[in-house]
């Protein structure tokens, strides 16, 4: 038994220890298997062996000791857990033995969770559940949860939307001071607000939009003058019956943006103001932010202004009738539009032209992506995918809704305030990439500054079309930086422009109400609450975040969908080349897949800089937009990835990318 004076030399030495160990902080990075590692704030990585991963979850800020472990390598010990991130999660509840536990769905979880009995709140095997964290594994490795809501059953009708609004946290449902604001406003309170504005009910503006739009942001107008047009774009105004710092105009600055789910859209604001008292409905008075602006004969924008008025639509039309219009296509619908609605429509289009000219030829235009409509059945999954083909009418909308945006952006730059959209271009660990790509592919080019916007611009614009045996311009596309809100103006290089913002779809972005907000304390004096930085980064998050969740959605029924496809070889383009393999975008209904390295012959090397795979042996190579035939080969149901097999050709046969094989 030891005595006093050498439990106190022990204390001392273990003391010493705790004060000469160096302790670094980071961040809980998890990974496909059971171990992890920490990112270092330093800089660095320490790995995490299982038995340590154990104790941590995904974005826990940690300090972390380093020791020698196993053959020598040096491993990271968790020594405090100071902040965990991680709240909620889903997954399916599991019944083991007497062992009641949760198998996390989120990515990085890869173990069961214990969930004591008070709180499994009467889950059946296999339910999904959304979940929290009711006790941190830090102590001792054994982490428990609680169900806070059973979502279903795989299989149920609507389950695949309820499952992706619990993973990602979005709000399902408005708090009862939001239907209670709600509730409270009815057409009343057009006629109230609007005392003081202009009138312009007796103006043919129209809207355009798809059939089954109900919450209609824009209504347009178009008036022929001596140097071209002038083009009005009335905007739905909902800053002017949601009150400032109300329960609705905090949620929907949480929610950030409408979601267009498939199927059951996750609005922004309530229908009973979306869809109903801000949308613009034909033939009623309707509150709206209307920008005039000059377009001149050549397509650049002179003066603008904006007006706070009452307008009346005088149509909801489609795309379809529009376009039927305008490509002089005889039709009923065409036949009982007014001659004003005719004439305005004509003006429009000609306006709409010149405006696509002039950013043709001094910005950017993005082609024309084919795009798919998705038809859910009754149990909201999708029956059929069919083309959804972009018409005149949808460019006339885009370039009248864009020329409204430049001058609200200009508008704001003139007062220093405001929030716009910048996009810088390439990512900047992407730019070596990039030049080594001109020098080697088109050297014509290589000179040019694609960090500069003005260089982008014309990078751009002179690898449209370049015969090149790579797909330039595709590859420089793939190494684009994230566009990002901002409360300073700056370059959209994606589009060629100096600075822009949006304030056209109110009803839909969080973004756009605030640039409203804005406009009208400087022009009218309201009140405004501005954002600060942290705010932004909010709000910047949340619509990731709605991106992820429809994105996640889609993937999902999808590569449902896709067990449909049966077993015939269907045509496609690459659309993405990773160190593994390649996606493949069909042609017929736009679904991608994955074609991994390992279902091919032989061992191939992606090249950072054309961003192809080629063979080590025989050169073969897949790389972007090139055309290759496949079939269905199944689904990764963890990522929700549909997977193909290539179907190979013989050599000669005239398939591109095929060539030289064996």
């Known amino acids: 038994m030891l005595n006093a004076d050498a439990l106190t030399q022990l204390r001392q030495l273990k003391s010493d220890i705790e004060e000469n160990k160096v302790v670094f902080r980071g961040t809980v990075k998890a990974t496909n ?14 790995f995490l062996p299982p038995e340590e991963m154990q104790k941590v979850l995904p974005g826990d800020q940690v300090t972390v000791t380093e020791q020698e472990g196993d053959k020598g390598k040096t491993q990271g010990v968790v020594d405090e857990l100071l902040e965990t991130s991680l709240d909620t999660f889903v997954g399916r509840y599991l019944v083991k033995g007497k062992g009641h536990f949760v198998v996390p769905e989120t990515p990085g979880i890869n173990r069961w969770i214990f969930i004591p009995p008070q709180e499994r709140q009467n889950a059946e095997p296999d339910d999904y559940i959304y979940c929290r964290i009711h006790k941190h594994p830090i102590k001792d490795g054994k982490g428990q949860a609680k169900i806070l809501k059973v979502i ?111 199927g059951e859209p996750l609005p922004m604001l ?13 033939e009623v008075k309707r509150l709206a932010l209307i920008c005039d602006l000059q377009v001149n004969n050549d397509g650049s924008l002179g003066d603008y202004s904006f007006h706070q008025a009452v307008i009346r639509s005088h149509g909801k ?62 149990n909201r999954r999708i029956r059929l995918i069919e083309p959804s083909v972009q018409n005149e009418a949808h460019r006339l909308v885009e ?14 730059g003139q007062q220093n305030k405001g929030l716009f959209i910048q996009h810088p271009g390439l990512r900047e660990d992407r730019a070596d990439n990039v030049r ?44 684009l930086a994230r566009a990002e809100l901002s409360f300073t103006p700056a370059p959209h290089q994606g589009m060629g422009l100096a600075a822009y913002t949006t304030f056209t779809s109110p009803l839909r972005k969080f973004s756009d109400f605030y640039v409203h907000r804005l406009v009208k304390s400087i022009l009218w ?24 969740a429809a994105n996640s959605l889609e993937s999902w029924l999808k590569s449902d969908f896709a067990r449909t496809l049966g077993e015939d070889a269907m045509t496609g383009v690459i659309s993405r080349t990773t160190p593994s393999g390649f996606f493949v975008r069909l042609d017929a209904n736009g679904l991608e897949g994955f074609v991994s390295c390992k ?32 079939t269905f080969s199944g689904v990764d149901d963890e990522r929700k990835q549909i997977l193909f097999n290539l179907v190979e050709t013989q050599a000669g046969d005239g398939e591109p990318g095929n060539k030289g094989d064996a």
């Open 270 to 282: 309530p229908d009973s103001l979306s869809t109903r008292l801000c949308s613009l409905m034909p």
């Open 525 to 548: 004096q309201e009140p405004l609450s501005e954002l600060n930085e942290a705010e932004l980064a909010e709000l910047q998050l949340a619509q990731f975040r709605a991106r992820q």
């Open 436 to 479: 080594a790509l001109l020098e080697g592919y088109a050297p014509d080019l290589a000179g040019v500054d694609a960090t500069s916007a003005e260089g982008f611009r014309d990078l751009m614009k002179q690898t449209e079309g370049l015969d090149s045996e790579v797909p330039v311009k595709a590859v420089i596309s793939r190494q």
């Open 399 to 412: 370039e009248c809704m864009i020329a409204a945006n430049r001058c609200a952006a200009d508008f704001l």
């Open 599 to 630: 279902t091919l012959d032989g061992k191939f090397s992606f090249d950072p800089v054309t961003l192809r795979l080629v063979h080590n042996r025989n050169g073969r190579t897949f790389q972007l937009e090139q055309p290759v035939t496949v």
């Open 152 to 262: 279903g059953k795989a299989g149920e009708s609507g389950i695949e939307r309820s499952f992706t609004v619990a993973t990602f946290d979005l709000p399902d449902a408005w708090p009862e001071a939001v239907n209670k604001q709600a509730e409270a406003l009815d057409e009343s309170v057009i006629e109230a607000r609007g005392e003081d504005r202009e009138d312009r009910t007796d103006q043919p503006y129209v809207t355009i939009d798809s059939p089954g739009t109900q919450d209609m942001d824009d209504a347009l107008l178009a008036e022929p003058n001596a140097t071209g047009w002038k083009l009005s774009i009335a905007i739905a105004d909902p800053t002017a019956v949601v009150e400032p710092g109300s329960p609705a105009e905090q949620e929907a600055f949480r929610r950030a943006t409408a979601i267009y789910f498939p």
């Open 33 to 46: 298997g059971r171990f992890g590692f920490v990112a270092l704030d330093e800089g660095r990585d320490v």
């Open 317 to 378: 039309l489609s795309y379809e009738l529009v376009s039927n219009l305008i490509e002089g296509r005889e039709a009923d619908d065409v036949n009982a539009l007014s001659d004003s609605v005719v004439n305005s429509l004509d003006q429009l289009h000609q306006a709409a032209t010149a405006l696509r000219k002039w950013r043709n030829e001094h910005a950017l235009v993005n082609g024309d992506r084919p795009e798919f409509r998705l038809r859910l059945d009754e």
